[in-house]
């Protein structure tokens, strides 16, 4: 039996989650100024030296623009509606295919043409690609700010209840 290769197919990295967290950041300080690195860094516990890199591949698939200086930092190029998950995802993941066989850049099976699986894989990529472009960056926003509400009303009515004796 041979040694069977380990790949990275559908295992979302660090960098790829920590982009996207990044993006949403930006997308929340969203008002046309730069932000600088410091404050994302500090805001989503990331190191400086990650964030760099991370920040250099968005700006390379020109997904933020960047600005040097005392008012410098990073900011969205777009709206944040008109970004979807998956062009995010891209930009930082090699592969987002489910297995090597239906990946663009892998060398195709020699089995390809007998595969009766095949099918199916190719099937469950369009899934996850069809799933992640059509969420945008904006979804995320608002995702997050509804459930900070969700909770904060939770939380207030936990409170007014122990303060009613219920």
Known sequence: MGKERRS??????????????VMVDLAQHNNGEFV????????QDISRKYLETIMT???KSNLVESAMGKAGGYRLIKE????SVGEILRATERNLAPVACVCTEEKKCEKTDLCNTLPFWEGLANQINSYIDSHT??????????QSEECACKNKLLKENESNGN
């Open 8 to 21: 990275n197919t559908l295992i979302i990295s660090t960098k790829g989650r920590y982009a996207l967290r």
């Open 36 to 43: 600088p690195l410091k404050e994302i860094t500090e805001r």
């Open 57 to 59: 591949i968005l700006s």
């Open 80 to 83: 944040p509606k008109d970004y």
């Open 137 to 146: 960056l904006e979804e995320m926003v608002n995702t997050h700010i509804n």
